[in-house]
């Protein structure tokens, strides 16, 4: 890896998103997509039933690898990437002599794919789409989810004037909620009612980034913490998570300036996300006939992908 040239033109922060729903894939551009990911990743997408889920998980595959490739200048085809017992991709390549602290996270739901990665903070990122319960009322709906927030929550996504708005403002709080489990890595198991959002302001305005809202952890404000909140479009909310390294469970550590501008979410086209591909596998045309088999989705399902 060219050393000086990293040192020479260092990373930021990076916000991407693909539109993977609106994405129909031409038969090259399939078979180039599974040409550039390892072939264990190639043969994970290779496996998902619905075509909508197949196309999410690949443009996840490429976006880790368009980060690594042009923001770590670690050739296309040289990036290994492995994943944890949990099931989190991680770099087995070593960029610790520049990038010590550099994390990155994906998260695809809805109608996007997206990317955030920082040089030294910790980072989780979450995506959800505004959508109505697959069954029954959403009355019925909240009660199922109940346990998930706080009173404090539950009180101001109630306090909505109707029904979709109250979703709306459901939805914000999981994408927030999700952040933060994602970007400490706990996931199963940690109780998320210990953690509670002052979501602010209200209503956010499309393409603008937000960092106003506020953290509690065991019911004291959570100082390690910002949160950037941005709607994509009108229905899908994005929350990204970011802390100091190691920053969970210690308390007054500033991350970032409120008055520091928060980067904007670059919206990507499947060239973009191709532009420094290197093939890794040779091509494989019964790979494009295995997608063309998949139905798009399932008649009535929202599936949500960490």
Excluded at 73 to 89: A, F, M, S, V, Y
Excluded at 175 to 196: D, P
Excluded at 213 to 228: I, R, V, Y
């Amino acid at each position: 890896m060219p050393l000086a040239s990293a040192q020479r033109f260092p990373m930021g922060s990076v916000r991407w998103a693909f539109p993977c729903a609106a994405w129909v894939p031409r038969r090259d551009e399939w078979l180039l997509a599974a040409r550039l990911v390892q072939p264990e990743e190639k043969d994970r997408v290779r496996q998902f039933v619905f075509a909508r889920d197949a196309k999410a998980a690949m443009a996840g595959r490429l976006l880790i690898r368009k980060l690594i490739a042009e923001k770590l200048w670690i050739p296309w085809n040289e990036i290994n990437l492995q994943r944890t017992l949990k099931g989190k991709p991680f770099l087995v390549n070593d960029v610790h002599c520049i990038y010590p602290n550099f994390n990155f996270n994906i998260s695809h739901q809805g109608d996007y794919a997206i990317l955030a990665a920082e040089p030294e903070l910790q980072v989780g990122i979450d995506i959800m789409k505004t959508d109505l319960p697959g069954s029954g009322s959403v009355p019925d709906f909240f009660r199922i989810m109940n346990r998930q927030f706080t009173e404090a929550e539950w009180k101001k996504i109630k306090s909505m004037k109707n029904e979709w708005i109250q979703l709306d403002m459901f939805h914000r709080h999981w994408a927030l909620k999700e952040s933060f489990i994602k970007a400490i890595g706990i996931g199963i198991g940690f109780n998320l009612q210990r953690i509670e959002f002052n979501a602010s302001p209200l209503q956010l305005e499309v393409g603008k980034v937000y960092k106003e809202t506020e953290m509690l952890l065991d019911g004291e404000k959570e100082e390690g913490w910002t949160f950037e909140e941005t709607r994509l479009d009108d229905l899908h909310h994005v929350a990204v998570a970011l802390g100091k390294s190691e920053v969970f469970g210690q308390k007054h550590s500033k991350v970032l300036s409120k008055d520091q501008t928060p980067p904007q979410f670059q919206i990507l086209s499947f060239d973009d996300l191709v532009a420094s591909g290197v093939p890794i596998v040779p091509e494989d045309p019964a790979y494009w006939d295995n997608f063309c088999s998949k139905l798009e989705c399932p008649a009535r399902q929202s599936t949500h992908s960490r």
